[in-house]
């Protein structure tokens, strides 16, 4: 079976620095996505970026982009230049062939301004 | 505009009793999903559908039910069986595969607050 580990709880950054969330999964499928979603306070489920595992350029979207090793089945999201609105829970997120999507634990970052 | 629905936002139930949740969609996606989240915790995922009239079990399937009759509703039942059903709860829908990159990421509805009273 599928799973998706994110191992930091919590994470902090000053405003204007960069970040980086990592994330890992495990499966035995070579087609899959991988996306970063963000929830602030409201709840509202956002996606921040996504990454198709046959493409190996990695994605970028303005100041968030990806470091995808698909050989390692890394997915880390890094944050540059940190906002006081990046501030949220961010959750990795795998979804197979077969539609099946599943997410990490997620990781409550915080920016200090 | 087109969306994801999920009604109410807060529920209340008592112990020993049904409730389902209402999840619609005018995406025209095949796949929806329930999710269950608590306080601090990640997404644990309940139940899929990629058609109309099938679904899957999730990792946490025990204590609910669904059904799919129509491609664009997925309602929940939280049953009595459920032993800790106090929760919040999100549904998703997504295409199923593309050729492309084309939206190939979930939508999500504003959830539904359920508190065992």
């Known amino acids: 079976a599928q799973t998706v580990t994110q191992s930091q709880p919590e994470m902090s950054v000053q405003e204007a620095e960069t970040v980086t969330l990592s994330c890992t999964y495990d499966?035995?499928?070579?087609?899959?996505?991988l996306f970063w979603y963000k929830q602030p306070p409201s709840r509202q489920m956002i996606l921040v970026i996504r990454?198709?595992?046959?493409?190996?350029q990695n994605a970028t979207e303005n100041r968030f982009s990806v470091n995808f090793q698909k050989a390692a089945k890394s997915f880390s999201l890094k944050i540059s230049d940190s906002q006081l609105g990046d501030a949220a829970m961010y959750f990795c997120?795998?979804?197979?062939?077969?539609?099946?999507?599943?997410f990490g634990q997620g990781t409550e970052l915080s920016v200090k301004p | 505009d087109g969306g994801i629905t999920q009604s109410p936002k807060y529920l209340f139930r008592k112990e020993g009793q049904n409730v389902t949740l209402s999840c619609e969609q005018n995406?025209?996606?095949?796949?929806m999903y329930w999710y269950r989240q608590d306080p601090g915790q990640g997404l644990r995922l309940i139940y899929y559908?990629?058609?109309?009239?099938?679904?899957q079990k999730g990792d946490i399937a025990e204590g609910y039910s669904v059904s799919r009759e129509k491609k664009e509703s997925f309602p929940l039942t939280v049953t009595s069986a459920q032993k800790n059903p106090t929760a919040f709860y999100l549904c998703?829908?997504?295409?199923?595969?593309?050729?492309?990159?084309?939206?190939?990421?979930?939508?999500f509805g504003q959830g539904t607050r359920l508190t065992v009273v």
């Open positions: 559908s990629q058609i109309v009239n099938d679904f």
């Open positions: 499966t035995s499928e070579s087609d899959y996505y």
């Open positions: 990454q198709e595992a046959y493409k190996q």
């Open positions: 997120a795998y979804r197979g062939s077969g539609g099946k999507l599943i």
């Open positions: 998703a829908s997504s295409i199923l595969r593309t050729g492309g990159d084309r939206n190939t990421e979930a939508f």
């Open positions: 995406l025209n996606h095949d796949a």
